[in-house]
């Protein structure tokens, strides 16, 4: 151990010392700023090469995990009243800077409206009560796949954090009476071995948010960081630990931790064991490594990791931790106008982490500090004063108290006005609606194919029509599979096209074509026209779009819809699709992309699913590729009949 400074953070803060205290362990600080880099880089800029930068959370577990119990283990912290000034003093670090980032953040999101205030009122009562995780599980949010900004959505692993720091104090004794250090930590690692047993189990079964967000599932970090809090308490200083030799290999030791998680951090994210718990034992498993030649008498590793400028992120890593997202959510709503969900661009990504240091940095020196110095009562008996004080006192301690009093209120107001449901998800269900109630609806109900006919339709269908005048299939010709965007227009493409059959579904990708175009032949329902739109979820495939082809036959019409989405890998998606049509004489695309980039206020709030307008103009693209079919025919019939005597009349071109 080294002496140095007298506080010492534990989950980007752990626990706080009193100033009597001279004692902290080695190398923690640097460990927590490689941690809060590796969470901010994965959030704030998700191009470069750290796919698996959440890993850094799992750093922060051990850290905490092992910080809390060395400090509990002290004589100075055991007995009722310690445990009490344990939870006071563990308040009086959190709950500052906490309120202040919930307060400012919400107010912000309310002056900004839209999508960024659904949920508010769950999302402000879980961050404040410290049960983010559980009520987001009890929600049903989807970690993984969120449609939507969640602005707090950051919160669940301090709502981890402070549920170990209730219980933990509490168990801690029971675990005593345990005789034998090495019986104490071995029933640790067993906890600890059931935790990511847990985790795998509930992945296995779907359940990969319920694992993640779960404290049961994702202890196994806290716990690890226990045993190694168990396994080293009242560790010796002797002199030949200060040796060269034993120096080399700490200094290895954590070497080879850093290399873990950073090796963890590169891994690519996967809702299966590989990630969950795989990578994250790999991180946790580097992190009790890492700590471990940290704290090696008289470390190099450790005083390496306590450079001056891993020390100063250190400090602040729990305030850097608690703004990046929210700040990252805001500045992408102000000017793109969609959330994380629909990546982030550098400029956005630079101004978030910089907004997020100022905002760090200021919090950390007017709010936090003099809290942590003073406490609450003699904090606000100083801002009594300072109102009844000398007049520049006392303009500074108001425009204090104002601010706070409009950030209240802003949270207030935003918790009020949220909307119950996200402009995207409202779309959603309205095409879920108009779905089920084409699907329930009796024979007898559905439109017949006079009924069904557009006025062009039926106009060329008379013995009056002109030869020349286009003709857009019927509604009742017409089988549609798509994802989400699709769903979020059938009201409009089952009003354009009465009688369509739409089939489609929430994160559907081109991967699911073959099967259910199969399934819809085997049962007799693919009709003459087929339009695809499966291009949102993730790049396309040749060979899939082949089997597609092959699928429908030889006499139908295959319909592409390209994509619209704020996402890096649509502009391959519509170049594979055009191309993909150039080749084929039977494939045409349906220019939503094209047809909708005039108009994005007709979008919901991701940028992605149209609203009820913009499923009008979805609708409209696709009655745009028929004409351009229907055009097509018309140009080849001619063609034909001006062809030279004692050739073919007939059209190569599917009916």
């Not at 597609?548 to 989405?565: C, D, F, K, S």
Request: glycine share 10%; hydrophobic share 50%.
């Amino acid at each position: 151990m080294n002496s140095s400074r007298p506080h010492a953070d534990a989950y980007l803060s752990t626990m706080t010392q009193t100033p009597s205290s001279s004692t902290r362990f080695a190398g923690l600080d640097g460990l927590r700023a490689v941690a809060v880099i590796l969470v901010v880089v994965y959030h704030l800029f998700p191009a470069l090469p750290l796919p698996g930068g959440f890993v850094g959370v799992d750093v922060f577990f051990v850290i905490s995990g092992f910080l809390i119990t060395s400090l509990l283990l002290r004589p100075s912290h055991r007995g009722p009243g310690r445990l009490i000034d344990f939870w006071r003093r563990r308040a009086r670090r959190l709950l500052p800077a906490l309120v202040v980032v919930i307060t400012v953040c919400a107010t912000v999101a309310w002056l900004l409206g839209g999508d960024l205030l659904v949920g508010m009122g769950r999302q402000v009562l879980g961050a404040a009560t410290f049960s983010y995780n559980w009520l987001a599980v009890a929600d049903g949010t989807d970690y993984f796949t969120a449609t939507a900004p969640e602005l707090f959505r950051n919160f669940w692993s301090l709502a981890v954090e402070e549920q170990f720091y209730v219980v933990w104090p509490l168990l801690l004794p029971l675990v005593l009476l345990i005789p034998g250090r090495w019986s104490r930590v071995a029933l640790l690692m067993v906890a600890a071995g059931g935790s990511a047993w847990w985790m795998a189990q509930l992945v296995s079964a779907g359940e990969v948010t319920r694992a993640y967000f779960g404290t049961d599932a994702h202890a196994f970090g806290l716990l690890l960081g226990i045993a190694l809090a168990l396994a080293t308490a009242g560790m010796p200083d002797r002199e030949w630990m200060r040796r060269r030799g034993m120096q080399v290999c700490a200094l290895l030791v954590g070497i080879v931790g850093i290399g873990a998680i950073v090796v963890a951090s590169t891994i690519p994210e996967s809702p299966d064991l590989v990630t969950f718990p795989g990578t994250l034992l790999l991180a946790t498993a580097g992190s009790v490594l890492a700590v471990f030649a940290g704290i090696w008498p008289g470390s190099w590793f450790g005083r390496g990791m306590d450079a001056a400028p891993l020390r100063w992120v250190g400090d602040r890593s729990y305030g850097i931790y608690l703004w990046h997202w929210p700040v990252l959510v805001l500045v992408l709503s102000g000017v793109r106008g969609y959330g994380p969900e629909g990546g982030v661009p550098w400029a956005e990504g630079m101004l978030a982490l910089v907004l997020s240091l100022v905002a760090t940095a200021l919090s950390y020196r007017f709010v936090e500090q003099p809290l942590r110095r003073y406490g609450f009562r003699r904090s606000l008996g100083a801002l009594g004063r300072r109102i009844t004080g000398r007049p520049l006192a006392r303009f500074a301690g108001l425009a204090a108290l104002t601010v706070a009093l409009i950030a209240v209120a802003g949270t207030s107001a935003a918790i009020v006005q949220a909307p119950h449901a996200t402009s995207a998800s409202a779309a959603i269900h309205r095409g879920e609606q108009a779905v089920q109630e084409a699907a329930s609806a009796s024979p007898s109900e559905s439109p017949s194919p006079s009924a069904s006919a557009s006025p062009a339709a039926s106009a060329s269908a008379s013995p009056e029509a002109s030869d020349d005048q286009i003709v857009i299939p019927e509604g009742v010709d017409i089988t549609a599979v798509g994802d989400s965007v699709m769903l979020a227009s059938a009201p409009s493409l089952m009003q354009k096209f009465p009688g369509i059959s739409v089939d489609a579904e929430v994160s559907r990708s081109i991967w699911a074509g073959p099967d259910i175009l199969s399934a819809l032949a085997g049962n007799g329902q693919l009709r003459e026209n087929v339009v695809v739109a499966l291009g949102t979820n993730g790049p396309v495939d040749t060979g899939v779009l082949n089997q597609m082809l092959q699928i429908i036959g030889p006499e139908r019409h295959l319909i592409l819809v390209n994509a619209v989405a704020p996402r890096d890998w649509i502009p391959g998606v519509n170049a594979d699709l055009e191309a993909f049509a150039d080749s084929h004489r039977r494939v045409w695309i349906a220019d939503w992309s094209g047809a909708i980039a005039p108009h994005q206020d007709l979008l919901a709030g991701d940028g992605i699913h149209p609203a009820a307008a913009g499923g009008d103009v979805f609708a409209e693209s696709v009655w745009s590729a028929f004409e351009g079919i229907e055009k097509e025919r018309l140009r080849a019939e001619k063609r034909y009949e001006h062809a030279p005597s004692g050739r073919a009349h007939h059209v190569p071109f599917p009916a």
